[in-house]
């Protein structure tokens, strides 16, 4: 079965601060695997997804995530914070055809 | 804007009533899936549909039902509603069955059982 693990439910960055939210995941055969965005009262956004390819897959608003296989982590970076960066993210990964299943989130704040 | 349309927005209901989510897909999109966010339990996956046949289930409850209709809007059923059973539904919707696919979300209906 596949699961995914996200460390830290909350994170605090300063603005202008690197902003670093880890995923790692279980899964028996490759993954794809993908980071969504969810903003208050609002539906999950996709932010970026590994499906094939060059590991580093770069997103919207400035975000980017490096598949490393060996380390089974797919963990979400941008290298400075923007006070509409605050939200909570999502880390999924897909590879039974049917299903997604998701991380618990992680809660950003980003501090002024 | 995904795309993806949900209503109502909003929903208060009592303990023990039944209401009815609505979910429209992206124009395209043949897969649905349901899940249910809360906050002791995160994003729970209830139940996905491929053209109108049930593919996946996931967490559902027996009281919970849900169909995916020829024009693929798909339906949500909540029946004997509890208190627990107060979160948001989101729907989200797929082009076809290939693991890469993105799946695309709606703002979902908040339900509050009162």
């Not at chain 1, 699961?3 to 603005?15: A, D, M, P, R």
């Not at chain 1, 028996?28 to 996709?46: A, E, K, R, T």
């Not at chain 1, 400075?80 to 590879?95: G, I, L, Q």
């Not at chain 2, 929903?11 to 999109?29: E, F, Y």
Request: glycine share 8%.
């Amino acid at each position: 079965a596949q699961s995914v693990t996200q460390l830290g439910s909350h994170v605090s960055v300063s603005e202008g601060a690197l902003v670093l939210l880890r995923c790692n995941y279980s899964s028996s055969v490759p993954p794809y695997l993908f980071w969504y965005v969810q903003y208050p009262n609002q539906g999950l956004q996709l932010l970026l997804k590994y499906t094939t390819g060059a590991t580093l897959v770069k997103g919207i608003n400035g975000f980017e995530a490096e598949f490393k296989k060996s380390e089974t982590s797919f963990h979400l970076t941008k290298p400075s914070a923007h006070m509409s960066d605050a939200a909570e993210y999502f880390c999924a990964v897909s590879n039974t055809g049917n299903q997604f299943y998701f991380g618990t989130g992680t809660s950003l704040t980003v501090i002024p | 804007d995904s795309g993806v349309t949900q209503t109502p927005k909003h929903l208060i209901t009592a303990t023990g009533q039944r209401v009815t989510l609505r979910c429209s897909p992206r124009s395209g999109d043949l897969s649905v899936y349901w899940y249910q966010q809360s906050l002791d339990q995160g994003l729970q996956f209830l139940i996905q549909y491929y053209n109108g046949e049930e593919r996946a289930k996931g967490n559902i409850l027996e009281r919970f039902s849900a169909q995916q209709f020829p024009d693929l809007h798909s339906e949500l059923n909540l029946s004997s509603l509890e208190l627990g059973d107060s979160a948001l539904y989101f729907c989200a919707s797929r082009e076809g069955l290939a693991d890469q696919e993105t799946q695309y979300f709606g703002p979902g209906t908040r339900l509050l059982v009162l």
